[in-house]
């Protein structure tokens, strides 16, 4: 079974670029999760979808993000303008019902 | 903010026995304590999960104290490979997201 897969590894943009950040989840879970850490700072929950439903976006920063799960598969997440502060280590999770909380390895973004 | 408190780090010598406590003296009745661990900088890795009741798996074990006020992860015969920052994470039943704190950084010694 594929685990949940981030692309890409790895993002350098300049400050007021666009970047979007791709996560596919485990097959067949309905919960996705996206979370991040910045420097220095503890892995904090940005947002959960359940399929294609925002469930709970009370952890994303400002509107500058956006995050989507079309169809109820994978989910992108968009920072627009991107600023300096948005530099971190941005993590995608899934889970389905009553099992545990699988995370991807991340999407290293750095804003110059 | 979390609700755990765990030492900031800790060593161990590889092939004994680690044990991460965690403190969560204002755990609800209907509240899970989970435990990750993150190696690197890969994404978070599930360890185990319980309720009240002393939880065993093919990783880890996990001791919840009567009162659930603290528990302890225990990784019977630690090594290299279980260097990583440990979280013990309190999440309620009824909600999905997790709440990290910093975690204990534990070092396996050869």
């Known amino acids: 079974e594929a685990g949940v897969t981030q692309f890409p590894s790895h993002s350098v943009i300049e400050k007021g670029q666009t970047v979007t950040l791709r996560c596919d989840p485990i097959s067949g879970h309905d919960n996705l999760y996206w979370y991040r850490r910045v420097m220095g700072k503890e892995i904090k929950f940005l947002l959960h979808?359940?399929?294609?439903?925002?469930?709970?976006e009370s952890g994303m920063p400002n509107n500058r993000f956006l995050a989507e799960r079309t169809g109820g598969t994978y989910s992108t997440l968009k920072v627009q303008p991107a600023e300096l502060e948005d530099s971190g280590v941005y993590f995608c999770?899934?889970?389905?019902?009553?099992?545990?909380?699988?995370f991807g390895s991340g999407t290293r973004l750095t804003v110059v | 903010d979390a609700k755990t408190t765990q030492p900031t780090s800790m060593d161990c010598a590889e092939g004994r026995a680690a044990n991460l406590p965690c403190n969560h003296s204002?755990?609800?009745?209907?509240?899970?304590v989970y435990w990750y661990r993150q190696i690197h900088s890969q994404g978070p890795q599930y360890i185990i999960h319980g309720l009240k009741n002393n939880e065993t798996n093919e990783m880890a074990s996990l001791i919840i104290t009567e009162d659930r006020k603290s528990s302890t992860l225990i990784l019977p015969h630690a090594t290299l490979r279980d260097t990583a920052v440990y979280y013990c994470?309190?999440?309620?039943?009824?909600?999905?997201?997790?709440?990290f704190g910093t975690g204990t950084r534990l070092k396996v010694l050869a």
């Open positions: 994470i309190v999440r309620d039943a009824g909600t999905y997201k997790y709440i």
């Open positions: 979808f359940v399929k294609e439903s925002k469930q709970d």
């Open positions: 204002t755990i609800s009745g209907n509240e899970y």
């Open positions: 999770a899934s889970s389905r019902l009553g099992w545990g909380t699988f």
